[in-house]
């Protein structure tokens, strides 16, 4: 079985999906279901936590199948970002967290100077820290070296699903990674998806490309294959990409030669 760890918990799906932006409760459990996904990443500061007599979306998720990953979306500073992380832990959700600290209101690239200081702070008290950031090689070094479980480095802007932009830096950073990386943000379409994978991503993150489909659950599910097609042919080993031609035939022994 071709599993992969991040810090102590053990997976075996490399989709890692989202919850926002779908139509309705009932098509995101459809479309979870179908992506063979066992981790799920919800918003803290977009969910009802504090009174749950009232509906919340986490009434949606059956936490015996999917493992939570609680996100600090929507924050734009270190301190407001582990604030969050805290409120997510305090109730109950888990001592993991998708650490975002978003830069830009247009673009949401993020601030990876508030990033890795919360990351400072939050492995300190604790917390698992899978950080949300740029495609940097340098950047994520030092959120490697400051703690962090995984890297999560953007193919493009979250949400455009513009693809794998920089595919030259993926390289690079996994070359160097030594803890898992997990391509987050910009994925539009199972081919970019696959193309994370076979530039040797542990795992793919999204949300948009799912729930935003014209039908998310056939979408998810062909995110799902995707992913796994990427990471076989990853593991099998491309052939060399060259400018010439190279028969497939052995010419050797040809009639006439």
């Known amino acids: 079985m071709d599993s992969f760890k991040i810090a102590d918990k053990t997976f075996t799906s490399r989709l890692i999906v989202g919850t926002g932006k779908y139509s309705s409760p009932s098509i995101m459990v459809k479309a979870h279901e179908a992506s063979g996904a066992e981790m799920v990443t919800v918003a803290v500061r977009r969910v009802n936590i504090s009174d749950r007599t009232k509906e919340s979306l986490l009434d949606y998720i059956d936490t015996s199948k999917y493992f939570l990953l609680?996100?600090?979306?929507?924050?734009?500073?270190?301190?407001?970002?582990?604030?969050t992380a805290r409120l997510g832990r305090e109730a109950g959700l888990s001592n993991w967290v998708k650490l975002e600290v978003?830069?830009?209101?247009?673009?949401?690239f993020p601030d990876n100077a508030a990033l890795l200081e919360a990351t400072h702070v939050l492995v300190r008290?604790?917390?698992?820290?899978?950080?949300?950031?740029?495609?940097?090689?340098?950047v994520c070094r030092k959120l490697e070296e400051a703690g962090?479980?995984?890297?999560?480095?953007?193919?493009?802007?979250?949400?455009?699903?513009l693809g794998i932009q920089n595919v030259n830096n993926l390289r690079i950073?996994?070359?160097?990674?030594?803890?898992?990386?997990?391509?987050?943000?910009?994925?539009?379409?199972?081919s970019d998806a696959a193309l994370a994978m076979?530039?040797?991503?542990?795992?793919?993150?999204?949300?948009?490309?799912?729930?935003g489909a014209q039908d998310p659950v056939a979408m998810a599910e062909a995110m799902k294959l995707a992913v796994r097609a990427g990471r076989l042919a990853y593991r099998a080993g491309r052939i060399p990409r060259k400018m010439y031609a190279n028969a497939s035939s052995p010419v050797e022994g040809l009639v006439g030669r």
Request: aromatic share 4%.
């Open 173 to 190: 950073i996994r070359e160097f990674a030594r803890v898992p990386l997990i391509v987050d943000a910009g994925v539009g379409t199972a």
């Open 198 to 211: 076979e530039l040797g991503a542990d795992a793919v993150l999204m949300n948009t490309a799912i729930a």
């Open 125 to 138: 008290e604790g917390f698992v820290v899978l950080p949300y950031t740029s495609d940097d090689p340098i």
């Open 102 to 108: 978003i830069g830009d209101e247009k673009t949401l």
């Open 148 to 161: 962090a479980a995984a890297i999560m480095p953007l193919g493009a802007p979250i949400g455009s699903g």
């Open 70 to 83: 609680p996100n600090t979306a929507g924050c734009y500073t270190a301190d407001e970002a582990v604030r």
